[in-house]
Antibody, heavy 120, light 110 residues
């Protein structure tokens, strides 16, 4: 059974930093790209970062570019999100998702999410 | 800036058929955008329904189908059930590793 378990969320002050983790199991982690998707309270979903299976390639939405860094440790089956210079509008539930390619890219499996609240 | 458009809300009667659409603020959606669809109920993570325009994810009932209709991607629910009442999101791949979610459609079954 595929499982993705996010951790590391919490309350942080504006301008602060936080590191999220997503531990994966039930599939060959190193062969899958991974992504982070977030959802602000009462709002829609937003893709903002992905990383290739090897970790060599990363992509970011403009909303987080230069502030957030995605990385992975295939020996630990874990993907990370380092978030710096956090702002109030970064408040959201953060989901990690596996990103598969079968005649096209899509988000395959989803974690339960971890809540990040940016507030003083 | 690319905006992916969806109807904010839609309603369908139990047993009825509804088609939700996913468009682009500029241009047409094609299979090259690899349209995918996700269902989300309050407090839960998204569930993958359709990928690559029209392929159902594992375990998804065949009353859900995907297609390209005109210049938009479409999700059709045939024989709607009460537990189909959810938010539905489409995603379009824009190239260079960038995926964009639509704003979501809140589907009411009544």
């Amino acid at each position: 059974e595929v499982q993705l378990l996010e951790s590391g969320g919490g309350l942080v002050q504006p301008g602060g930093s936080l590191r999220l983790s997503c531990a994966a199991s039930g599939f060959t982690f190193s062969t899958y790209a991974m992504s982070w998707v977030r959802q602000a309270p009462g709002k829609g979903l937003e893709w903002f970062s992905s990383i290739s299976g090897s970790g060599d390639n990363t992509d970011y939405a403009d909303s987080v570019k230069g502030r957030f860094t995605i990385s992975r440790d295939n020996s630990k089956n874990t993907v990370y999100l380092q978030m710096n210079s956090l702002r109030a509008d970064d408040t959201a539930v953060y989901y990690c998702a596996s990103r598969a390619y079968r005649n096209g890219w899509f988000f395959d499996y989803w974690g339960q999410g971890t809540l990040v609240t940016v507030s003083s | 800036q690319t905006v992916v458009t969806q109807e904010p809300s839609f309603s369908v009667s139990p047993g009825g058929t509804v088609t939700l659409t996913c468009g682009l603020s500029s241009g047409s959606v094609s299979t090259s955008n690899y349209p995918s669809w996700y269902q989300q109920t309050p407090g839960q993570p998204p569930r993958t329904l359709i990928y690559s325009t029209n392929t159902r994810s594992s375990g998804v009932p065949d009353r859900f189908s995907g297609s390209i209709l005109g210049n938009k991607a479409a999700l059709t629910i045939t024989g709607a059930q009460a537990d189909d009442e959810s938010d539905y999101y489409c995603v379009l791949y824009m190239g260079s590793g960038i995926s964009v979610f639509g704003g979501g459609t809140k589907l009411t079954v009544l």
